[in-house]
């Protein structure tokens, strides 16, 4: 069986007859009829021995393949009763295709020199040769779909190419019904309007209930359009349940509902926003609600105003580009507070850990959570590494203290000391792939989160306390309005408050960014504790060997369109100076947003920062990065610099067409 197959093969009798016939001719025109006769006699009984061994060889590979494959183990006779063709792999070439096959494609010669890719253009093998045994596309053919499966017969011939035998199932009226269950798949949509208190308030009952009759009709007329199911279940909460088919159409559109209501506007000229949840792919109703809730959790969690579509695998986000309004207060630090200091007591230690390459903001909203601790009395280590942070001057005087001697550990440290009693506290981030030493977050059952980041797609989940909030200005400020509802003001140390002064001062840019009455309320509070702002001012000067390089980065900055400037560095610098660096540019004229960059190792690190209606936080997360409207970052591993900055300016580019469009 060796040379069999490649025997059946390569039969050509073509020529052999061709010169037969010549001769014949040649004999007549000689006029040798006898030898003429003789030789057409021969030819003819030639002929008739090669249609006879044109059969025999057709049957024989039939019964090749029968032999060889289980694809035709059950098939009785010479013909399978589905569409098959053999090819050999090396070129496609095709060898053979029983009459199922021809009368569905049209090939009609057998032998003829014609491969695959003739019949289906855009057919490939290479999924056979990976050992598959299924094509991975549907193949049309006049309005019907094909799957394709397929084996690899080797003949045990060096020599001859292997055989692929492939046949063909139609599943049409498979797919109709599989498509068409997927396009009236449920979508579970909850409609927020994000700020119906401050809308209402102090408005009598008859301007109220005018209010909500145009919230109603504003947010069915925009329901009408998907078919769907609306009822209003609060005063400010609505349910839609359309199919998938008109999510589609929502997506094009924007979610158009995000802009109309705008028109909405309350007696003191406040405009409505609403932010719309949506559940996908949920195996039940519950389930999908349940993917509607936390989008709807998602879209607040980043400042609202948006809408966010949670699938089965991921969050994407629509909108969002509105400038956040602060809506927070003060009732929640105040129970948050009393909850966290009740995890605290129940707990056999806690670990405070915030973001890699530590700042003054995490670790100062971490000696806040010390603060917190140390009033229950319960032993609390801060996980950092104390040779990669951007801190080093401030722990310097921290670890001098009595009170925070040993406090300072490793994450490695921290792993070994943990057990299931312990409470991890993570602050000023969000993401699990930020944090100093993530192996902790999985160690630990309870955890709880004090950021003011917005949220990611990729949150740490699930925690037993999330204190969120968006609007603050820094984790400093959150975790000093914790230490307010919780301690005594004699608890708090002048180092505590000198560190979260710090803090707040960094990430608020001198209260100049993302500042509100409660920030300045904080640092009221930290100065009346002991806070020096002259002392924490030193803590922020640079040496002048800093201050030269962070000029040559801002002489490094070219303006991109919309006031972006942006600084490509081909040299590593610190991220402290490409922050810095950042925060400086947008005191020029005519600068909106700055972009700094530069190769860290194998990965590129990008400091971001705005100062008008440019979202770094959105322009940065196509690239993988976070942080908030006026403050972001990110690190883009395997890459360089040029690859990163060709990618930003896209992202920038996309962002400024996104808002053109939603105009």
Known sequence: MNRKLHRLLNPSAG??????????????????????????????????????????????????????????????????????????????????????????????????????????????????????????????????????????????????????????????????????????????????????????????????????????????????????????????RFLLVIEKRDLKHAVAQKFSLLEAVHEITAPSGLEASVSIGLGVDGETFEEGYDFAALSIEMA????????????????????????????????????????????????SQVFVMGHKNADMDSVGAAMGIACLCRKKEKPVHIVLDLEENSAGRLIDEIIKVPEYKNVFISGQEALLRCDNRSTLVVVDTNRPDQVECKPLLEAIPKICIVDHHLRAADYINPVALNFHEPYASSAAEMATELLEYGVEPRDVLPIEAKALMAGLILDSKSFNIRTGERTFEAAAYLRKMGADTVEVKKLLQNNYDDTITKHKIIGAARMHKHG?????????????????????????????????????????????????????????????????????????????????LDKLVAAIDHYYESKENKV
């Open 15 to 236: 020529l052999y007859f061709a010169v037969l016939i010549v001769f014949c001719v040649a004999a007549a025109l000689l006029e040798q009829y006898l030898l003429f006769w003789i030789m057409l006699g021969v030819s003819a009984v030639l002929l008739v021995c090669y249609i006879l061994f044109l059969i025999s060889r057709r049957r024989q590979l039939q019964a090749f393949l029968q032999e060889n494959t289980d694809l035709m183990s059950g098939v009785q006779g010479p013909e399978a009763p589905f569409p098959l063709v053999v090819l050999r792999l090396a070129d496609g070439q095709v060898v053979h295709a029983n009459d199922a096959f021809v009368k569905l494609t049209g090939f009609r010669s057998v032998f003829a020199d014609h491969t695959i890719t003739d019949i289906f253009p855009e057919f490939s093998t290479e999924w056979l040769l990976s050992g598959k045994t299924e094509y991975p596309y549907d193949v049309p053919i006049d309005h019907h779909r094909y799957r394709v499966y397929g084996t690899v017969i080797r003949s045990g011939d060096a020599q001859s190419s292997p055989l692929a035998v492939l046949y063909l199932s139609e599943l049409t009226e498979l797919y109709q019904i599989r498509d068409e269950y997927i396009r009236s798949r449920p979508v579970v949509c909850i409609i927020l309007v994000d700020n119906y208190d401050e809308l209402t308030v102090n408005m009598t009952e008859a301007a109220t209930s005018t209010l909500n009759a145009h919230l109603n009709n504003c947010i069915m007329k925009w329901a009408q359009d998907y078919h769907g199911l609306l009822r209003r279940l609060e005063k400010n």
């Open 300 to 347: 607040l969690s980043r400042g609202g105003d948006q809408a966010v579509v949670k699938d089965r695998m991921n969050f994407h986000f629509y909108g969002g580009r509105a400038k956040e309004a602060d809506r927070r207060g003060k009732v929640r630090s105040r129970v948050t507070a009393n909850t966290l200091s009740e995890l605290i007591a129940q707990s």
């Open 564 to 644: 972006i400037a942006i600084a490509p560095l081909n040299g590593s610098t610190s991220r402290i100076l490409a922050a810095q660096a950042a925060d400086e540019l947008l005191n020029i004229t005519g600068i909106r947003a700055s972009f700094v960059l530069f190769p860290d190792n194998d990965r590129v690190i990008i400091s971001a920062r705005s100062i008008g209606d440019a979202n770094v936080q959105i322009i940065l997360e196509e690239l993988g990065g976070g942080g908030n409207s006026s403050t972001a970052g990110a690190q883009i591993p395997n890459t360089s610099v040029k690859e990163v």
